[in-house]
């Protein structure tokens, strides 16, 4: 056993945090869903990725040849931390575009496809900007039961259907779009298809769907007649379950320790608060503070452990789930500790965090009301419950 | 990074695994329970053999010379099987201590015996006030040509057995109390001590230990006389952790018999576990366990390089003392009524977990020395 992380890491986060001081402005403390939400928060956030990617860091796991940097899973472990602790906006080129989309073609896509797409999300240009359209309003954690089709018609497929919890698709040039190929299939995941759809075409509606806050994060899409060429289609058709599965992997690199960076922020300024503001004679809160820096510290451990296990060549299955099931409930946690320690001030809208009353710049009340979305968006905690049933404790399928 | 126990470590989890499945039966466990001595003195010779009692003593000391973290490992597979026993107290609550802070003819003198087996040792620390702060420190010695000792300790581990005990008394009155504490070397069986063990739910052989004017040399006292307190630190922050890596391997075991069961117990022609009130009971067990076996790790880890952390040993700690008791209690409801049983092993766990969770600190000890850290640490924002 050795916890360690190598000179290249400690390097790299020097760099970053010396990045976070000269490209943010002074104070800077990001917090969830807000790049998307605002016009000039977007802005910002889309110069950071070319910030980004001129520093080589945007798409670092990427090999050489697709604008990356070849970077190790420790490396980018290193970064995804470091970019939340600082409150790095732009790191993920839409939804899935840097942590899905590019790996996928990379493993998938034809040539042509790769040459068009890699280099976009790669320089962070705003034509490489992705969203993720899986969920239908009757497809959620019963993701193969997606209806939209594509029915293949000459060089061309037609697409038809809606898809919904969109996020970013109001931002993106770009939809990683799962459809139905064969709905006669036997299995109901044997006749997805995955392709990529310019946001562009005609034919495709999107429409905002606003949160509870006021937040504008997802959106319905609508796809009526949409021609996509065939060209665009990732993989084979009819195996694009079985390629999600595989990208997967992938994805599960960079979340362990982004939710690690940003919870260990949180707490660093919940503990500053404390100090300056005289709550730590309050037992209560003492606890509660320390409850979280359990939690944390442990988060960081499973995270790691996690990075190690892919990091050796193997394909966790289970652990990914625990990672994402034990930062929803930090955040849930630290969410109630946070806003019992503002009081009076948890009240104050998130989306007016500039207000003179606001504490923290909003960052408790921002992680109050919108923790829910964090934890139910890919995969709630019951759906990865029952992965680890299933796959870290052998247990039979529950449902 | 490395996740991985290295092939030495790999040895020793495998040996002990064997050795404890054979030595160490349940129904061994159970008969220590009313048994007077409360450990098995041929089990005690063959650890002996296996070179457990000196693992991480230099070899000048008749040790082997490994490091805090394999000592760790061992005692997570003594917690997956429940070995009773004064090990803990001898090891980790003495020896340790005597390897840090004794003089050389002291280390001389004792280790090699604790190596060979030949002797028992424990720490009488707590007393009446059941507290692990130096406030609980009230046990009087004065001096007076020797030292003189004077009062009760509680919740003394082995006690009943123990060639010696490191004694922990107060030898002046200052204002701060971490402040004028010593610790003695007193060899149990001195005029004027008497011991009682106290009815545990854990059958454990914690002990009351009364000392009416006993007699203590000068020469009797490991680091200095009225800085004990440094010493009692150490055992805290060292055991503590070992105590951790002990419940881990109960916590574990609580939950592979958990899992076994819900495999195997059919209910509305379905085995249990794929009901989700029960799989997902599990899962979250499995979150618990596995957490705090990376906490565990990571703070001998840094123990055994030398950067131990006060801030992550007590972090496990407190974590050590949920998780354990947690996993027991979830574990007997996915049992059903069988888990409410004598016959059960799972509640010869469960009956240990009031004693793991006191033994250096229970969890509002532990959350109270964190929250102390967190209000002198430097954030990395700030930096
Ligand atoms: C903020 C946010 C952003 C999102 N972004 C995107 C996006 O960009 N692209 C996209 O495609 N989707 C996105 N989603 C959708 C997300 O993936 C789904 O919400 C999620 O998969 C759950 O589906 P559902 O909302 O239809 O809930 P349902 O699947 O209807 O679930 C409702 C409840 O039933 C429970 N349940 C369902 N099945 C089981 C089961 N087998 N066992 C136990 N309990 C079960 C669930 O846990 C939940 O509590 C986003 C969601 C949110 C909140």
Known sequence: MDFKFGEKEGKLRKEIREFAKKELPPNWLSVMFEEEHRDEDWEFAMSISKKLSEKGWLTMSWPEEYGGKGASLWEQLAYSEEASYWGIPGTTMGVGGVDWVGPSLMMFGTDELKKKHLPLIASGDADGVWCTGYSEPNAGSDFASIRTRAVRDGDEYVINGQKIWTSAAHRSRWCWLAVKTDIDAPKKHKGISVFAVDMKTEGITVRPLLNYVGYHIFNEVFFDDVRVPATNLVGEENRGWYQLMHSLGYERGSVAGRGYGYNKRILDELIMYCRENHLFDEPAIRNGLADLSIEIETQKMLAYETIYKMSKGGVPIYEPSRDKVFNDHILEHMAFIGTGILGGYAQIDPMNRKSRWSKLKGCIENLYWLFPGISLAAGTDEVELNIIGQYGLNLPKSY | ?383
């Open chain 2, 1 to 383: 990074m490395d996740f991985e126990f290295s092939e030495d470590q790999t040895m020793i989890i495998d040996s002990a695994r064997k050795f404890l499945e054979k030595e160490c039966p349940k129904e061994k466990v159970r008969e220590l329970k009313e048994d007077e001595k409360g450990y098995d003195p041929d089990t005690w010779n063959k650890m002996v053999e296996m070179g457990w009692m000196g693992l991480i003593f230099p070899e000048e000391y008749e040790g082997t010379g490994m490091d805090f973290f394999d000592l760790m490992i061992l005692m997570e597979e003594m917690g997956r099987n429940l070995l009773p026993g004064p090990f803990f107290s001898t090891v980790a609550l003495c020896s340790l201590p005597i390897l840090e802070f004794g003089s050389s003819d002291q280390k001389k003198e004792i280790l090699p015996k604790i190596a060979y087996g030949e002797k028992i040792w424990t720490l009488a620390l707590t007393e009446t006030s059941a507290t692990y702060e130096p406030s609980g420190v009230a046990l009087q010695a004065t001096l007076d040509g020797d030292y003189v000792l004077e009062g009760t300790k509680l919740f003394v581990p082995y006690a009943n057995i123990a060639d010696y005990m490191l004694v922990v008394a107060r030898t002046s009155d200052k204002a701060d109390p971490k402040e004028g504490i010593t610790v003695f070397i007193v060899d149990a069986k001195s005029p004027g001590i008497k011991t009682e063990v106290i009815p545990t739910a854990a059958h454990d052989k914690q002990c009351e230990v009364i000392f009416d004017k006993v007699k203590v040399s000068k020469g009797n006292i490991l680091g200095e006389p009225d800085n004990g307190w440094d010493i009692v630190e150490f055992i805290i922050q060292r055991a503590s952790v070992l105590k951790s890596a002990e419940m881990l391997g109960g916590a574990q075991t609580a939950l592979n018999m958990g899992n076994d069961y819900a495999k195997e117990r059919v209910q509305f022609d379905k085995p249990i576990g794929s009901f989700q009130a029960i799989q997902h009971k599990l899962a979250k067990m499995l979150i618990d366990v596995e957490g705090l076996r990376f906490l565990v790790y990571e703070a001998a880890w840094k123990t055994s390089i030398g950067s131990q952390s006060a801030l992550l040993n007590s972090i496990v700690k407190a974590k050590a003392n949920e998780v354990f008791q947690r996993t027991c209690l979830e574990s007997i409801k996915v049992h059903g009524a069988i888990g409410f049983t004598e016959e059960l092993d799972l509640g010869l766990f469960f009956l240990r977990t009031k004693a793991s969770e006191f033994a250096l600190g229970d969890t509002g000890f532990h959350r109270e020395r964190i929250a102390q850290e967190l209000e002198s640490y430097k954030p990395s924002f700030l930096s």
